[in-house]
């Protein structure tokens, strides 16, 4: 049998979701250098073109899901740095 203490846990669950913001993050910074605009700006500029371009669409799609998925990554963020872990099983 492994033994494992709270700390352990929390400290693994930290490093797993700071390495997913990190990387969200960091595309999301790569997208906003590329298009020098944010999310919302592009979102507009897509919404308001006359010809559709693929590649922006693309981008758009995979910096959409960045920045959605970085926001449900922080609170629970918050939720570890605040010893907020319940465990089941």
């Known amino acids: 049998m492994v033994q494992v203490t709270k700390q352990a846990v929390q400290q693994w669950m930290m490093l797993e979701y700071l390495a997913k913001k990190h990387r969200y993050q960091s595309n999301i910074n790569t997208f906003e250098r590329k298009y020098t605009m944010l999310l919302e700006a592009s979102e507009q500029h897509i919404e308001t073109a006359h010809t559709e371009a693929i590649n922006e669409w693309d981008d758009y799609i995979e910096w959409k ?4 998925f970085l926001q449900i990554v922080k609170p629970k963020i918050q939720d570890i740095q605040k010893g907020n872990i319940e465990y089941i099983g």
């Open 65 to 68: 899901a960045d920045y959605d």
